[in-house]
């Protein structure tokens, strides 16, 4: 029988040994032909961040892993969710690893179980809308909507204006869409990144996670179509050097915030996209860069990528993760609905 001592006092150590037990890959709910496959790599280092983040918080509760709550553990999802770190789906994959463990422990009744309950009938674990993606003539719209590549005439005082930050914001719009990356990917891309970017072929993306978000890992995309057009074009004037042959816009992201190479924030690039969908007059849901992330899957699952590819594309973690691209379709509207 496990010691739940041993997970109180380094829960981490403790949920790392489990994760490599026949136990742990039997816990997994989908059905499965012939014996259970250990946990790759891959997918381990994604359960391990998040029990970590769970581990933190908790000693910042200064409670035991063992004798964790119901409570305890909605708290922890609503915090999470009020700093915008989660969605439904994300909730429910934490509340159902936390439960294998503590079936693992034999804590009875499972606190993970009851929470899920509880979550689920406050609507808390409510059906999170459906994929949604852009069909052909939006993904036309939307290019032609993107952000003007003209250089527009001096401002009152007679300096040039920051006609170079609507280039960036054209170029980085482009790559999302047509290469998949997540905006936190977008903004701290780096220039070493970029392989064949002045080839007559797709640019192939190198994401790594130096400056992405946690959630991010070392994985490879491609930028095909316009996006790769637009990003070319962009890297010729993000390259561009001066007199003594020093960058104009220095340090080494991609789309820079300013000319000293500080990141982007995602609130800038997101009400870049939103603005960018209201001008091309299409109605989403999230308008967002998930919208023309979910896109670039859709198209490529309906040109014959496997999702096999697709889930090296996305940097996803399980290959059954986008399955969920299968389905993604345009946003109904209320009138369609009727019919």
């Known amino acids: 029988m496990p010691d739940p001592k041993k997970w109180d006092a380094d829960p981490v150590a403790a949920f790392k040994a489990f994760l490599e037990t026949d136990e742990f890959a039997q816990t997994s709910r989908r059905p499965r ?3 259970a496959q250990p946990v790759s790599s891959k997918s381990a280092a994604i359960y391990i961040f998040m029990f970590r983040k769970f581990v933190t918080w908790l000693a910042g509760q200064r409670r035991s892993f063992s004798q964790v709550s119901e409570q305890d553990l909605l708290r922890f999802i609503g915090e999470l969710r009020r700093n915008g770190e989660q969605n439904s789906g994300i909730t429910e994959r934490y509340l159902r690893l936390l439960e294998r463990c ?9 606190p993970a179980t009851s929470a899920t309950k509880l979550a689920t009938d406050n609507m808390y674990l409510a059906q999170n809308a459906g994929t949604e993606a852009l069909t052909e003539e939006q993904i ?13 005439s001096a401002n009152r005082a007679g300096r040039p204006p920051k006609a170079w930050k609507r280039r960036r914001d054209h170029a ?11 905006v936190a990917e977008a903004i701290g891309l780096h220039v070493d990144e970029v392989e064949d970017s002045f080839s007559e072929l797709p640019i192939r993306l190198k994401i790594s996670p130096e400056d992405k978000h946690d959630t991010s890992y070392e994985h490879e995309t491609i930028v095909h179509g316009y996006g790769a057009d637009a990003l070319r074009r962009w890297l010729i004037e993000r390259l561009a050097v001066d007199a003594t042959g020093k960058r104009i816009l220095k340090g080494d992201l991609v789309f820079p915030g300013d000319h000293n190479g500080k990141p982007m924030s995602k609130v800038t690039l997101w009400r870049q996209v939103k603005e960018t969908f209201a001008r091309a007059g299409i109605d989403v849901n999230r308008s967002g860069g998930r919208t023309l992330r979910n896109t670039f899957a859709a198209q490529e699952l309906k040109h014959g990528r496997t999702k096999s590819d697709l889930q090296g594309y996305l940097g996803l973690a399980l290959e059954r993760s986008a399955e969920i691209y299968e389905t993604a379709q345009p946003r109904k509207r209320k009138s369609d609905e009727a019919v």
């Open 33 to 35: 032909k012939g014996p």
């Open 102 to 110: 503590y079936n693992h422990l034999q804590v009875a009744p499972n």
């Open 140 to 152: 036309e719209a939307f290019v032609a909507a993107l952000p003007s590549l003209d250089s527009p």
């Open 172 to 182: 980085v719009q482009a790559t999302v869409l047509f290469g998949g990356l997540k």
